[in-house]
């Protein structure tokens, strides 16, 4: 049995579009240029033909992952949780050493993007942060890469703010 997939209802909403995506637009357009291109003639020398089954395939590939995380999702609504205390869904603002302020919100494995700072609640931080309230520090090892070698070390945060949106 796979773990729990916990993940925002924005984040099932984006995996349930994606794979209705694939499913009723994407796939049956992909099966029409097979056809298309297998009417052509001999299919061993056709680029068109080759390209397309193997793009058939990475589309099921893709469909399948994204129904057996859709089973086995657990959606989790961040307005639900308990105020003060951060839980799975929550936007935390963390100060670092030296006063530098961060902002995450703890999501779902198929939500993290970096970019939007939104963090698994798998993740180093995101595991050290869960459970923890405001003015509460927590310690992370860290990866950095100095002169082409990984270097480990421990940073401290400060938890300054907890919000579910």
Sequence with gaps: MADKNYITPAGMKRLCDELT??????????????????????RSENAAYIYGKRRLRDIDRRMRFLQKRIDIA???????????KIFFGATVTIEDEEGEEKTYQ??????????????????????ALIGKEVDDSIRVKVLTR???????????????KVVYK
């Design 74 to 84: 657990q959606v989790v609504d961040p307005k639900l949780q308990r105020k003060g």
């Design 106 to 127: 703890i999501v779902g494995e198929d939500e993290t993007d970096a970019k939007l700072g939104k963090i698994s609640w798998r993740s180093p931080v995101g595991r």
């Design 21 to 42: 995506e694939l499913a009723m637009h994407e796939r049956p357009r992909v099966c029409r240029e097979v056809a298309d291109a297998a009417a052509e003639g001999d």
């Design 146 to 160: 100095l002169q082409h070698k990984n270097a480990e070390s421990v940073r401290e945060l400060t938890i300054v």
